[in-house]
């Protein structure tokens, strides 16, 4: 089956520098790749994804690049703010078949 | 436009007892998802419906857990009887549904634990 690898599991920057979150998966079929920010207490929130036909995509200060070769895809956020803490997860889809999450990282952003 | 609603949102249980989840979907969205979370994990798929036909339970633990989602829209979890090791958040998600239509939102989850 689907197996997603994320790295790092945590990973603190200073407010205002970049963060980037790595993931890689192994089904080459996969074509579906969201990112998730949960918040403590609250349920993922989807906050921006790349289908495999597309090699980058960005909205505002976060971004995601896709390496359908090497089969890894990353999350960069920029200009980092406070609220920005909290645990990303990324995760990778085949077709309308179920998501396979990695197992988070956890931003801490300090001021 | 309301998010996925689920209720309850905190439970405490002792183990051998029977638990209930229920997920209200996005208005208009087909396909249900429960997932359950394990501290510190990703989400894992527990079952997948597409309107009242559940699709995907391949990972769902048959001898104690059961799903419904009778009129396909509102749906139920239930674990009977519960176990300690099932302590966890239980999320649903919901997608439109569809060819094309990838994009799952997740509710605020219920956090069970069983002592």
């Known amino acids: 089956g689907e197996n997603v690898e994320q790295h790092p599991s945590t990973l603190s920057v200073q407010e205002g520098d970049s963060a980037v979150i790595k993931c890689t998966y192994s089904?080459?079929?996969?074509?579906?790749f969201p990112w998730y920010k949960q918040e403590l207490g609250k349920g993922p929130q989807l906050i921006i994804d790349?289908?495999?036909?597309?090699g980058e995509k960005k909205d505002q200060r976060i971004a995601v690049t896709l390496n359908k070769t090497a089969k890894h895809f990353s999350l960069h956020i920029t200009e980092t703010q406070p609220e920005d803490s909290a645990v990303y997860f990324c995760?990778?889809?085949?077709?309308?078949?179920?998501?396979?999450f990695g197992t988070g990282t956890r931003l801490t952003i300090i001021p | 436009e309301a998010g996925v609603v689920q209720s309850p949102r905190y439970k405490i249980i002792e183990k051998k007892q029977p638990v209930a989840f229920w997920c209200n979907p996005i208005?208009?969205?087909?396909?249900l998802y429960w997932y359950r979370q394990n501290l510190g994990q990703g989400p894992e798929l527990l079952i997948r419906?597409?309107?009242?036909?559940?699709?995907?339970d391949s990972q769902l633990p048959k001898d104690r857990f059961s799903a419904e989602r009778l009129k396909g829209v509102d749906s139920t979890l239930k674990i009977q009887p519960a176990e300690l090791g099932d302590s966890a958040v239980y999320l649903c998600?919901?997608?439109?549904?569809?060819?094309?239509?990838?994009?799952?939102?997740f509710g605020p989850g219920t956090r069970l634990t069983v002592t």
């Open positions: 419906y597409e309107n009242e036909e559940a699709v995907d």
């Open positions: 089904d080459s079929a996969s074509n579906y």
């Open positions: 995760a990778a889809q085949f077709g309308n078949e179920k998501l396979t």
């Open positions: 208005s208009g969205h087909n396909t």
């Open positions: 790349i289908r495999s036909n597309v």
């Open positions: 998600a919901s997608s439109r549904g569809g060819g094309g239509t990838l994009e799952q939102y």
